[in-house]
């Protein structure tokens, strides 16, 4: 079976490109784009035997079109779905289905029974690996063998902890879940391993119960219940047994949905570390803000939490305050998101007691691998300003000559894959986008020569693709344009568009415009027009997927 990620890259008909009209197109638009194409491309109107073998194909393809995009039901699931949702099998209420939200859910039914199949063969692991590092020696000015030793001397692993899970769902509503940790910390040993199932009993709410052993036997019975559409709750009963001692602990929280962007939660435990806490978070996509209250019997403190999110930097700036019974401190560090399954992450903490510290952590896929430094008992400057600039340092250097070569490598290796994938798809749409110009001619000259006469819109030249356009250029230099780059010429498929002298392209990609092909699969594209209104030259670039209606007073080029 193909891969899901390579289906997902292979290209599809865009029924809307290629008609030319908005995906919120009205019946009387999709008839008249119809009627439009038909008379264009009707193999009645080409006799020649090689250009009506050429038109039956644009026909097919334009009635193809037309069949889908006017009928409600299809429409709807071509919208939710795209042309794979047409062609999965066992579509029996189709022609009663009366909603697109009907049809979707008939679709997402039959994507469940096909994913119960698969269900068997599916296993979810995850692990994470923590180091703790005490560096404390290096900083440390009241050691008396202070700088007689090396750097690599001073720095020593306290400790270690490895944790892995295997989640297999068994049913569509049953999962059994597998999980251990082992740790080592200052020569001492210890670990536990669980076995979780967990059931869905409804839509509003799940049942767990967890079994485990290590230190003595462990049983817990977690549970969570959506109680309104605007308030849920989880809670979990905690039993221990060790040879001579039995513990009982309970645990439980209530959020409720306070707008859009805020949660609030209220939470009690009552075993090891009783307690009871009030958060208040507010997740926005350009920020998270996490304030805590929280009253414990050996520990009470005031928690505040801040992150930045720059999304078009995969970037996420955090800060932590905290003051509490035992002291305080103050957290910063920043996430990056590296590649697609990769993510790194630093933050320094100095506080009282705890000292200065830096934790680095590094996500692949569903593996976490955790870095805890410590630096100094006490808050020095000397380990604040190196906990906090040999990352910045580290990083650049390791971005600029190990982590930006591999992600061009990637990049190009991804933008090969899918020319391949879509080679054969490619070579046969650009066979199509020339016979397509071939069949435009008579209808090109036509409406290009009634331009003319009145002075209306006259395409001159139309370029699309991936090409460098220096701002400045004058028009004379335009003829180098296309011998270097990647782009294709569509002033014949443009001037067909023209219509009463105005040009109107939606918001979709124009790879798929009758005589257009894509001439740089999965590069950035743009469209250069350059056209005559009343006698008057104008000239627009766009990138690929804008909206464009010509002439505009602003296109106008100054030539004195």
Same mark, same amino acid.
């Given at each position: 079976?193909?891969?899901?990620?390579?289906?997902?890259?292979?290209?599809?008909d865009?029924? +809307?490109?290629?008609?030319?009209?908005?995906?919120?197109?009205?019946?009387?638009?999709?008839?008249?784009?119809?009627?439009?194409?038909?008379k264009?491309?009707?193999?009645?109107?080409?006799?020649?035997?090689?250009?009506?073998?050429?038109?039956?194909?644009?026909?097919?393809r334009?009635?193809?079109?037309?069949?889908?995009?006017?009928?409600?039901?299809?429409?709807?699931?071509?919208?939710?779905?795209?042309?794979k949702?047409?062609?999965?099998?066992?579509?029996?209420?189709?022609?009663?289905?009366? =909603?697109?939200?009907?049809i979707?859910?008939?679709?997402?039914? *039959?994507?469940?029974?096909?994913?119960?199949?698969? *269900?068997?063969?599916?296993?979810?692991?995850?692990?994470?690996?923590?180091?703790?590092?005490?560096a404390?020696?290096?900083?440390?000015?009241?050691?008396?063998?202070?700088g007689?030793?090396?750097?690599?001397?001073?720095?020593?692993?306290?400790?270690?902890?490895?944790?892995?899970?295997?989640?297999?769902?068994?049913?569509?509503?049953?999962?059994l879940?597998?999980?251990?940790?082992?740790?080592?910390?200052?020569?001492?040993?210890?670990?536990?391993?669980?076995?979780?199932?967990?059931?869905?009993?409804?839509?509003?709410?799940?049942?767990?119960?967890?079994?485990?052993?290590?230190?003595?036997?462990?049983?817990?019975?977690?549970?969570?219940?959506? *109680?309104?559409?605007?308030?849920?709750?989880?809670?979990?009963?905690?039993?221990?047994?060790?040879?001579? *001692?039995?513990?009982?602990?309970?645990?439980?929280?209530?959020?409720?949905?306070?707008?859009?962007?805020?949660?609030? +939660?209220?939470?009690?435990?009552?075993?090891a570390?009783?307690?009871?806490?009030?958060?208040?978070?507010?997740?926005?996509?350009?920020?998270?803000?996490a304030?805590?209250?929280?009253?414990?019997?050996?520990?009470?403190?005031?928690?505040?939490s801040?992150t930045?999110?720059?999304?078009?930097?995969?970037?996420?700036?955090?800060?932590t305050? /905290?003051?509490?019974?035992?002291?305080?401190?103050?957290?910063?560090?920043?996430?990056?998101?590296?590649?697609?399954?990769?993510?790194?992450?630093?933050?320094?903490?100095?506080?009282?007691?705890?000292?200065?510290?830096?934790?680095?952590?590094?996500?692949?896929?569903?593996?976490?691998?955790?870095?805890?430094i410590?630096?100094?008992?006490?808050?020095l400057?000397?380990?604040?300003?190196?906990?906090t600039?040999?990352?910045?340092?580290?990083w650049?250097?390791?971005?600029?000559?190990?982590?930006?070569?591999?992600?061009?490598?990637?990049?190009?290796?991804?933008?090969?894959?899918?020319?391949?994938l879509?080679?054969?798809?490619?070579?046969?749409?650009?066979?199509?986008?020339?016979?397509?110009?071939?069949?435009?001619?008579?209808?090109?000259?036509?409406?290009?020569?009634?331009?003319?006469?009145? /002075?209306?819109?006259?395409?001159?030249?139309?370029?699309?693709?991936?090409?460098?356009?220096?701002?400045? /250029?004058?028009?004379?230099?335009?003829?180098?344009?296309?011998?270097?780059?990647?782009?294709?010429?569509v002033?014949?498929?443009?001037?067909?568009l023209?219509?009463?002298?105005?040009?109107?392209?939606?918001?979709?990609?124009?790879?798929?415009?009758?005589?257009?092909?894509?001439?740089?699969?999965?590069e950035?594209?743009?469209?250069l027009v350059?056209?005559?209104?009343?006698?008057?030259?104008?000239?627009?670039?766009?990138?690929?997927?804008?909206?464009?209606r010509?002439?505009k007073?602003?296109?106008?080029?100054?030539? =004195?």
């Amino acid at each position: 079976m193909e891969d899901e990620s390579e289906q997902d890259n292979v290209i599809e008909d865009d029924y +809307y490109s290629f008609l030319n009209i908005p995906r919120n197109a009205s019946d009387e638009d999709i008839s008249s784009a119809y009627r439009r194409l038909s008379k264009l491309y009707h193999p009645d109107k080409h006799p020649n035997s090689n250009n009506k073998k050429e038109a039956e194909v644009l026909f097919n393809r334009t009635r193809k079109a037309y069949e889908v995009l006017s009928d409600p039901h299809k429409r709807a699931i071509y919208d939710s779905l795209g042309i794979k949702g047409l062609e999965t099998e066992g579509w029996e209420i189709i022609q009663r289905t009366k =909603t697109p939200q009907e049809i979707r859910e008939e679709y997402e039914r *039959l994507a469940r029974l096909e994913e119960e199949c698969r *269900l068997q063969q599916r296993t979810r692991p995850r692990g994470s690996i923590t180091v703790n590092i005490n560096a404390s020696d290096v900083f440390n000015s009241y050691d008396e063998s202070y700088g007689s030793g090396s750097l690599f001397s001073s720095v020593q692993v306290s400790g270690m902890t490895f944790t892995q899970s295997i989640e297999a769902p068994l049913t569509t509503k049953d999962t059994l879940i597998m999980y251990g940790e082992l740790g080592v910390h200052n020569g001492n040993g210890s670990g536990t391993i669980n076995v979780s199932a967990k059931r869905l009993v409804s839509e509003k709410g799940w049942v767990e119960i967890d079994v485990g052993a290590g230190n003595g036997l462990n049983v817990a019975l977690k549970g969570f219940r959506t *109680l309104s559409k605007r308030i849920f709750c989880n809670g979990e009963i905690l039993t221990g047994f060790t040879s001579d *001692l039995a513990k009982f602990g309970l645990a439980g929280s209530l959020a409720m949905q306070l707008d859009k962007y805020t949660i609030g +939660y209220l939470t009690y435990k009552m075993h090891a570390q009783t307690g009871m806490s009030t958060i208040i978070e507010r997740n926005t996509p350009n920020s998270y803000t996490a304030f805590t209250i929280h009253f414990g019997l050996l520990n009470s403190y005031i928690n505040l939490s801040y992150t930045h999110k720059m999304p078009e930097r995969q970037l996420q700036l955090k800060s932590t305050g /905290r003051v509490g019974t035992f002291g305080g401190f103050i957290e910063y560090g920043a996430e990056k998101k590296v590649s697609s399954y990769t993510t790194l992450a630093t933050a320094v903490r100095v506080g009282v007691p705890t000292g200065v510290s830096l934790r680095v952590r590094l996500s692949r896929g569903s593996q976490n691998y955790s870095f805890p430094i410590h630096l100094c008992d006490e808050i020095l400057p000397a380990p604040v300003f190196y906990a906090t600039v040999a990352p910045l340092i580290t990083w650049t250097i390791v971005k600029k000559f190990v982590i930006d070569p591999i992600l061009k490598e990637q990049k190009e290796r991804n933008k090969e894959k899918q020319r391949k994938l879509n080679k054969s798809v490619m070579l046969e749409k650009q066979k199509e986008a020339k016979a397509a110009v071939e069949l435009m001619k008579a209808t090109f000259s036509r409406i290009r020569a009634e331009e003319e006469y009145k /002075r209306g819109l006259v395409i001159t030249k139309a370029l699309y693709g991936r090409f460098v356009y220096p701002q400045d /250029r004058n028009l004379e230099e335009e003829a180098t344009i296309g011998q270097r780059d990647e782009v294709i010429d569509v002033t014949i498929p443009l001037q067909c568009l023209v219509s009463d002298s105005r040009l109107v392209l939606h918001q979709v990609t124009k790879s798929q415009l009758p005589g257009f092909y894509d001439p740089c699969v999965g590069e950035e594209k743009q469209l250069l027009v350059q056209y005559l209104f009343h006698a008057q030259s104008h000239e627009c670039v766009i990138k690929d997927e804008d909206s464009l209606r010509i002439p505009k007073q602003s296109h106008r080029v100054n030539t =004195t």
